[in-house]
């Protein structure tokens, strides 16, 4: 794996994936409020969905070769042995007085107990085999076990505060993701008006979670699969796995403000940064305030010298509520790079403000403090950064760092020569 890139050109990717340890039993809610029109179940989502504006063309020059792409009926399909438990169990006599989207959920209460957490996006019958996996591979199985027996499911991505996470050059953030099975012999009371027809929820989460969130069409919800597996596959710098899943997504998906931020990314890190800028533009058509699109494009702006434009959208960035403390932190280091160092220790600030516990925040205010010639303030913010962090390596850089600085205050008042003790003392 190459080296970790610089902040300056760290990328932001979204997935779905639900944060949490692994289970001992999962969530199963139900609800009976009852009521809207039937939709049908597609057994055989197409790679092909028109998009209603035109789309850069990928450059396919850039992949090595052809990667393997799963089909949906690969990410779906359960074995046989798989299919045949599922099935004895579904029509065994024992259950047959049980509505049939309550058995697909005690089946998976009573057959995968214990399914643990993975970060990983496996297909249903890895999620099966393996009883593991994240929130969507939690989703796809149980779509394969509905698919099985014509329960219609739908699926709803909630809309809860994100999880961030940093790897190498990306930025992660993690959403989350639960699937709905309908009463398939349900029959309204004529004359009466429900609003929701009965269901159960399958959900990897403890607790009661009747949150708010869109609902996904199962042709949405693959392509959200894909983004998962080509996030996974970015992560691990494998390219063209990383650009066939993208293709999936947006065929199945072509709008879809992250599947086209993926193109963009895996264009831009394969060095072509002309299609990158092209797929860039035409996201942020389509989606004119997304902060992961508008801050990669501000980024990747920079990389191309066109900074007054880049300039422009750091200023519609900051109209913007970020919930990602990694955009602000990495505008800050933009800011230091360019030598705007109070403007580096607003952005710095930003990021606390959503996330006070970002040992790394404190780090870079440290860098410019001391590069502002004010060290006792570059001291107590080490001083935060070495209590916060629980990474042992990184306790005692920030402690080598601050014995360093205490034994050798700087006496000057900014500019070249603190820059230059700053470097000497390792905090840059």
Same mark, same amino acid.
Not at 191 to 219: A, E, N, W
Not at 275 to 286: C, E, I, K, M, S
């Given at each position: 794996?190459?080296?970790?890139?610089?902040?300056?050109?760290?990328?932001?990717?979204?997935?779905?994936?639900?944060?949490?340890?692994?289970?001992?039993?999962?969530?199963?809610?139900? %609800?009976?409020?009852?009521?809207?029109?039937?939709?049908?179940?597609?057994?055989? !989502?197409?790679?092909?969905?028109?998009?209603?504006?035109?789309?850069?063309? !990928?450059?396919?020059?850039?992949?090595?070769?052809?990667?393997?792409?799963?089909?949906?009926?690969?990410?779906?399909?359960?074995?046989?042995?798989?299919? +045949? +438990?599922?099935?004895?169990?579904?029509?065994?006599?024992?259950?047959?007085?049980?509505?049939?989207?309550?058995?697909?959920?005690?089946?998976?209460?009573?057959?995968?107990?214990?399914?643990?957490?993975?970060?990983?996006?496996?297909?249903?019958?890895?999620?099966?085999?393996?009883?593991?996996?994240?929130?969507?591979?939690?989703?796809?199985?149980?779509?394969?076990?509905?698919?099985?027996?014509?329960?219609?499911?739908?699926?709803?991505? @909630?809309?809860?505060?994100?999880?961030?996470?940093?790897? #190498?050059?990306?930025?992660?953030?993690?959403?989350?993701?639960?699937?709905?099975?309908?009463?398939?012999?349900?029959?309204?009371? !004529?004359?009466?008006?429900?609003?929701?027809?009965?269901?159960?929820?399958?959900?990897?989460?403890?607790?009661?979670?009747?949150?708010?969130?869109?609902?996904?069409?199962?042709?949405?919800?693959?392509?959200?699969?894909?983004?998962?597996?080509?996030?996974?596959?970015?992560?691990?710098?494998?390219?063209?796995?990383?650009?066939?899943?993208?293709?999936?997504?947006?065929?199945?998906?072509?709008?879809?403000?992250?599947?086209?931020?993926?193109?963009?990314?895996?264009?831009?890190?394969?060095?072509?940064?002309?299609?990158?800028?092209?797929?860039?533009?035409?996201?942020?058509?389509?989606?004119? &305030?997304?902060?992961?699109?508008?801050? &990669?494009?501000?980024?990747?702006?920079?990389?191309? #010298?066109?900074?007054?434009?880049?300039?422009?959208?750091?200023?519609?960035?900051?109209?913007?509520?970020?919930?990602?403390?990694?955009? %602000?932190?990495?505008?800050?280091?933009?800011?230091?790079?360019?030598?705007?160092?109070?403007?580096?220790?607003? %952005?710095? #600030?930003?990021?606390?403000?959503?996330?006070?516990?970002?040992?790394?925040?404190? %780090?870079?205010?440290?860098?410019?403090?001391?590069?502002? #010639?004010?060290?006792?303030?570059?001291?107590?913010?080490?001083?935060?950064?070495?209590?916060?962090?629980?990474?042992?390596?990184?306790?005692?850089?920030?402690?080598?760092?601050? @014995?360093?600085?205490?034994?050798?205050?700087?006496?000057?008042?900014?500019?070249?020569?603190?820059?230059?003790?700053?470097?000497?003392?390792?905090?840059?």
């Amino acid at each position: 794996m190459p080296p970790e890139k610089s902040l300056f050109t760290t990328d932001k990717l979204q997935r779905c994936r639900c944060h949490c340890l692994s289970l001992t039993g999962l969530l199963f809610s139900l %609800w009976i409020l009852g009521g809207c029109a039937s939709l049908p179940v597609d057994h055989q !989502p197409e790679l092909s969905k028109p998009s209603s504006r035109s789309m850069p063309a !990928p450059n396919t020059a850039l992949l090595a070769g052809e990667a393997p792409l799963p089909s949906p009926q690969a990410l779906l399909t359960l074995t046989a042995a798989q299919q +045949d +438990d599922f099935l004895d169990y579904f029509h065994g006599e024992a259950v047959r007085p049980v509505p049939k989207h309550h058995r697909i959920r005690d089946f998976l209460h009573h057959r995968l107990a214990g399914f643990g957490y993975l970060e990983e996006s496996l297909t249903a019958s890895e999620a099966m085999a393996e009883h593991r996996g994240n929130c969507v591979s939690l989703a796809a199985l149980t779509l394969a076990l509905a698919d099985l027996v014509g329960v219609e499911i739908r699926f709803q991505l @909630m809309t809860t505060a994100p999880v961030f996470d940093r790897d #190498g050059g990306l930025i992660l953030s993690s959403n989350h993701v639960r699937s709905r099975l309908y009463d398939p012999d349900y029959e309204p009371n !004529p004359g009466v008006l429900t609003l929701q027809r009965p269901h159960v929820q399958i959900d990897y989460f403890p607790g009661d979670r009747r949150g708010s969130g869109k609902m996904l069409s199962r042709d949405e919800f693959l392509a959200l699969f894909y983004r998962n597996l080509a996030a996974d596959a970015l992560v691990i710098n494998e390219t063209d796995r990383a650009f066939a899943m993208t293709q999936a997504a947006l065929a199945l998906d072509p709008d879809h403000a992250d599947s086209l931020n993926l193109m963009a990314v895996i264009h831009r890190r394969a060095g072509d940064l002309a299609t990158a800028d092209q797929f860039y533009r035409h996201a942020t058509r389509l989606h004119r &305030n997304h902060i992961n699109l508008l801050s &990669n494009h501000e980024s990747l702006l920079r990389q191309l #010298g066109q900074d007054a434009e880049a300039d422009e959208l750091v200023a519609q960035l900051a109209q913007l509520d970020d919930p990602n403390p990694f955009h %602000w932190l990495d505008l800050g280091e933009r800011a230091r790079q360019r030598g705007s160092l109070h403007a580096a220790l607003r %952005w710095y #600030g930003e990021a606390l403000a959503r996330a006070p516990y970002l040992h790394e925040a404190y %780090w870079r205010q440290a860098i410019v403090y001391e590069e502002l #010639g004010q060290p006792d303030r570059s001291l107590a913010a080490l001083e935060k950064a070495h209590s916060l962090t629980l990474r042992p390596d990184l306790k005692k850089s920030y402690q080598s760092k601050w @014995m360093g600085l205490k034994t050798r205050p700087v006496r000057t008042t900014g500019g070249h020569d603190a820059r230059g003790q700053a470097a000497e003392l390792g905090l840059r």
